[in-house]
T-cell receptor, first 118, second 108 residues
Framework: GAGVSQSPSNKVTEKGKDVELRCDPI?????LYWYRQSLGQGLEFLIY????????KSGLPSDRFSAERTGGSVSTLTIQRTQQEDSAVYLC????????????????FGAGSRLTVL | KNEVEQSPQNLTAQEGEFITINCSYS?????LHWLQQHPGGGIVSLFM???GKKKHGRLIATINIQEKHSSLHITASHPRDSAVYIC??????????FGKGTHLIIQP
């Protein structure tokens, strides 16, 4: 697609339920990142996928959070047994090749998925 | 101490003024990003820098690797520049580490 697509745009769930957030990156972008932005807080790195390499999960806040990327394209971020502190906007971004490599300077963000845990 | 410090946190200026937003970081980096977050929440990547200076329209970004400092300048500021400007750094293969952002308001 023309941009990074995220769904749902808004999700309200009850505490303890599982949620799945989807990110469809720009076609051909090999690197995919998940971030979150809690109310009044800055952006926080969650997880990074690059091609077929093992993902960098160093930012995941707990083992309730997991993410996968199927076929090197679409990614799903899953939050199990949601808690109120999980309420945030979850942002996905993609780039190709991973930024920092010579010639690569495009990092495109999706519009985000706003999660509210009641 | 945060790894990425931005200043000022809040800035209100009059239309036409020259704007400078600063970012200091405390670790070695492979790249630095300036991002713009609009009032609606959307985020746009403005620049990625690893050295020197970049210019796009009225926006200029500079970085001094030795001093671990970057600046974002806006010339001839306009109300539509009102947004949160975020500095983010990347170390090696890690994801970005973000500053807390600078909330800029340009008054007509």
């Amino acid at each position: 697609g023309a941009g990074v697509s995220q769904s749902p745009s808004n999700k309200v769930t009850e505490k303890g339920k599982d949620v799945e957030l989807r990110c469809d990156p720009i076609s051909g972008h090999t690197a995919l990142y998940w971030y979150r932005q809690s109310l009044g807080q800055g952006l926080e790195f969650l997880i990074y996928f690059q091609g077929n390499s093992a993902p960098d999960k160093s930012g995941l806040p707990s083992d309730r959070f997991s993410a996968e990327r199927t076929g090197g394209s679409v990614s799903t971020l899953t939050i199990q047994r949601t808690q109120q502190e999980d309420s945030a906007v979850y942002l996905c971004a993609s780039s190709s090749p991973p930024y920092g490599i010579s010639g690569a300077n495009v990092l495109t963000f999706g519009a985000g998925s706003r999660l509210t845990v009641l | 101490k945060n790894e990425v410090e931005q200043s000022p946190q809040n800035l209100t200026a009059q239309e036409g003024e020259f704007i400078t937003i600063n970012c200091s970081y405390s670790v070695g980096i492979s790249a630095l990003h300036w991002l713009q977050q609009h009032p609606g929440g959307g985020i746009v990547s403005l620049f990625m820098l690893s050295s020197g200076k970049k210019k796009h329209g009225r926006l200029i970004a500079t970085i001094n690797i030795q001093e671990k400092h970057s600046s974002l300048h806006i010339t001839a500021s306009h109300p539509r520049d009102s947004a949160v400007y975020i500095c983010a750094v990347r170390r090696g293969a890690d994801g970005l580490t973000f500053g807390k952002g600078t909330h800029l308001i340009i008054q007509p």
